[in-house]
């Protein structure tokens, strides 16, 4: 059989391809999954790709304080023996996949949960926080902490949106000179940027759902007492929640799904909010036909008015068409 050079050119690219079949970038928590069910990938592999990512990335981005490779690692490796002796639908719904913590949630453990403070530092939390139990009982492996602004912006007025003493400057990755918005500017920043897909971010008043929007991922922000705040550096009670931040809405929903429920440490809030949790869970109400038949109103005049034949207006027509 004869075989031009080309095709056998072709032949090899092919053969590159399949070998490269999981694409870092987009990443979500469906496909790491597809990679991991396909063979194409394993837990420890993705710690070690988000490892290199962070190394090369993070010190332009500041969206990392503390990583914990050899913890990480060693969860991934469980995870991926686990894997082998268990049934595919048998396995929970995070497991294997790579967690980043903002700094004011505890991880027993190497890390340190410091709220981004200098007078935290050292400050190695004897058990997981309420939502990091559920996290691991989901599977979730816990790779490090993110950036925020410190105190969770309480330090006092005038300090520079996503900035603290432990973690530098946070950047917002889609435009370094513009605000990443905060405090849970690290955990947004790592979702945009790649550095790992899902992470974990607190709010009392705009903290999860201001860098979500201004980095362009999706943060939900839960009613308080949906996720436990026990092991968490808080400013309010009454305010304060914890609440997932990823790439896609399908992820957010998942991590929503995996956080949520009664925890004794937090008791009041959490029962509370008890009769607010779906029977059946969040993950029925993923629709990928949800915007078929809905009407989609614009506030031209007050946030979405462009200068006539101008890129942003192009680019907003190119984004609404989409959804149209
Ligand atoms: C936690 O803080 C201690 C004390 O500063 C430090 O030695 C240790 O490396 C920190 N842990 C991690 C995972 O960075």
Redesign the pocket.
């Known amino acids: 059989m004869a075989i031009s050079l080309s095709g056998l050119l072709l032949l090899l690219l092919l053969a590159g391809s399949a070998a490269a079949a999981f694409e870092l970038e987009e990443a979500t928590i469906d496909s790491i999954h597809r990679a991991f069910t396909a063979g194409e990938l394993t837990s420890r592999g993705l710690v070690e790709i988000y490892l290199r990512r962070i190394a090369s990335q993070d010190p332009a981005l500041h969206a990392v304080i503390?990583?914990?490779p050899g913890g990480a690692l060693a969860a991934a490796d469980r995870a991926d023996a686990a894997r082998v002796a268990t049934e595919p639908g048998a396995l929970p719904p995070l497991h294997g996949v790579p967690v980043l913590l903002k700094d004011n949630i505890a991880a027993a453990g190497?890390?340190?949960a410091t709220a981004g403070s200098l007078a935290m530092?050292?400050s190695?939390p004897a058990r997981d926080a309420g939502v990091v139990e559920r996290l691991r009982r989901a599977g979730a492996v816990v790779l490090g902490t993110a950036s925020l602004s410190e105190w969770c912006n309480f330090r006092g007025p005038g300090i520079p949106a996503g900035w603290s003493p432990r973690g530098g400057q946070g950047k917002n990755p889609y435009m370094p000179s513009a605000t990443p918005c905060a405090s849970s500017s690290g955990s947004a920043i790592a979702a945009a940027a790649n550095l790992v897909a899902v992470t974990i971010g607190t709010e009392t008043d705009g903290s999860i759902m201001c860098p979500s929007s201004f980095n362009s991922v999706v943060g939900i922000k839960p009613t308080v007492g949906l996720t436990s705040r026990a092991g968490v550096i808080i400013i309010s009670p009454r305010m304060d929640t914890v609440g997932p931040i990823t790439r896609t809405v399908s992820d957010a929903v998942h991590v929503l799904e995996a956080i949520v429920g009664y925890d004794p440490r937090d008791a009041e809030a959490t029962r509370m909010a008890l009769k607010y949790i779906p029977e059946g869970g969040y993950n029925q109400f993923l629709n990928i036909d949800g915007l078929r038949g809905k009407r989609l109103g614009i506030l031209r005049k007050d946030f979405f008015s462009f200068p006539s034949g101008s890129v942003q207006e192009k680019v907003f027509n190119q984004h609404f068409d989409v959804m149209r």
């Open positions: 503390e990583l914990d190497a890390l340190n530092v050292g190695r």
